[in-house]
């Protein structure tokens, strides 16, 4: 199994750019994750969805922020318009059901200049 | 509001020797507790875990202690070795809900 994948893995944008954030699921995880990694406030819980449907997006931290899960095997993070402050690792992890264990992909680092 | 803390922010320890790596979290309604290894430019993956019915859980060398009375879980590493600096990120929750994570503390091994 290829994991959980996200591109790109860097990225590079200018404040008020869009910014589209790509994650591919481990195939029958019907779990995905989506995280904020910062210095100041650790692996930040965002969103998560449950076969597609979004159940919890509490922690997305304003409307700048959407998160999208058109298909089992595919979820976007987008960010219009990016800010510095929004620099970042953003993780995408995703599991088969609630009580198991989460499975992390290798992470997005954001740096928006 | 950080319901998962881990207040050493760094820890250095000698290769052979034990490595404690400590947690507290504060909702009482957490039962399932578990502790993730990163290493830098890769994702978080999964070490030990541990349910609130148990008070410990060894896994070779990884060790996990809870004592639910205080709210505070400890992660042992004995013997530590070089291969095992990374940061290490506290986890919790409550039966069939999220997880929650602490800020995380850097293990560094030295020869």
């Known amino acids: 199994d290829a994991g959980v994948i996200q591109s790109p893995r860097h990225e590079v944008t200018e404040m008020g750019q869009e910014v589209t954030l790509r994650c591919k699921p481990i195939?029958?995880?019907?779990?995905l994750f989506w995280y904020r990694q910062t210095m100041m406030r650790g692996l930040e819980l965002l969103i998560y969805?449950?076969?597609?449907?979004?159940?919890?997006d509490s922690g997305m931290p304003e409307d700048r922020f959407s998160a999208k899960m058109p298909n089992a095997s595919f979820s976007t993070l987008k960010i219009q318009p990016s800010e510095p402050r929004d620099s970042a690792v953003y993780f995408c992890?995703?599991?088969?059901?609630?009580?198991?264990?989460?499975?992390f992909g290798p992470g997005t680092r954001l740096l928006v200049l | 509001d950080q319901q998962v803390k881990q207040n050493s922010p760094s820890l250095s320890v000698q290769e052979g020797r034990i490595s404690i790596l400590n947690c507290d979290y504060t909702?009482?309604?957490?039962?399932?507790f578990l502790w993730y290894k990163k290493y830098p430019a890769e994702g978080p993956t999964f070490l030990i875990s541990?349910?609130?019915?148990?008070d410990k859980n060894e896994d070779g060398r990884f060790t996990v202690f809870l004592n639910k009375s205080a709210k505070h879980l400890s992660l042992h590493i004995v013997p530590s070795q070089p291969g095992d600096s990374a940061v290490y990120f506290c986890?919790?929750?409550?039966?069939?809900?999220?997880?929650?994570f602490g800020k995380g503390t850097s293990l560094l091994v030295t020869p």
């Open positions: 986890a919790a929750a409550r039966s069939g809900y999220e997880l929650n």
């Open positions: 195939s029958g995880h019907d779990y």
């Open positions: 969805f449950n076969n597609n449907v979004p159940i919890d």
């Open positions: 541990i349910s609130s019915i148990k």
């Open positions: 909702n009482s309604m957490f039962d399932y």
């Open positions: 992890a995703s599991k088969r059901d609630m009580l198991e264990t989460q499975y």
